[in-house]
């Protein structure tokens, strides 16, 4: 069973399809995507959707979960705004704008998707989340303690637990023999190349599972383009954000 996870979009158009083209080439029999389809981008109604389609397309080998940006766009109220403004200029900004130009349905779609999901695959219990497991915002980073891991996924009782969030890629092999992978993002990567990232995972029928996180280029600089068109105040920071 080929799996391939995406997460963190972030409503950056170029960077989503070519991932899906790399996706295609993969030909996976499932695909989930951990949130964050919108916030910071240039094109949130395309990539909403497109993720529909995908539902759309895959049936019930499609599994998606809600965010922290899809929640905090969707549900957004003055005084969230006011605050993101001032811990976050550039992205209390974008989240004003963002507002504006994402079509109701689709802030009502992102607003409705669960928090996590758990799915069984060749008898492996997976867990979707975005942050933790206990939290859709905590920070599952590279480099952590072993220890520290556990805590954050001592409520879960799946083999693997998938997460993303911090647009940094990681993995985690663990004491109590769960497996915890940080798939990385499509949209707004943080790694040092600032390349596209999502995960392709294959469990075979014994239940036996290997994973590999695909490194994706795209057009950066047009992106980068694209963010500074928006003209909000602060997109330049925003724009920079995009090259390595
Ligand atoms: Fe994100």
Redesign the pocket.
Known sequence: MKIAIIS?I?ANKDAFEKVMDNINQFEPDKIFCLG?LILAGYNPNYICEKILELKEKYGENFEIIQ???DKMVSNCNNELLENAKKSFPCMGYSLEEDIKITDKKYLDFVRELPEKKQVIVNGIKIDLVHGSPRNQSENIYPELMNDTVEEMISGSDADIILC??T?LPCGYTLNSGKTVINVG?VG?SMTKDKNAVYLQLTIDSEGRFYSEHKIVKYDNEKVSKHILARNFKYCEELASMYIA
Request: aromatic share 0%.
């Open positions: 963190d972030h964050d965010g922290n940006t993303g969030h647009h993002s707004r």
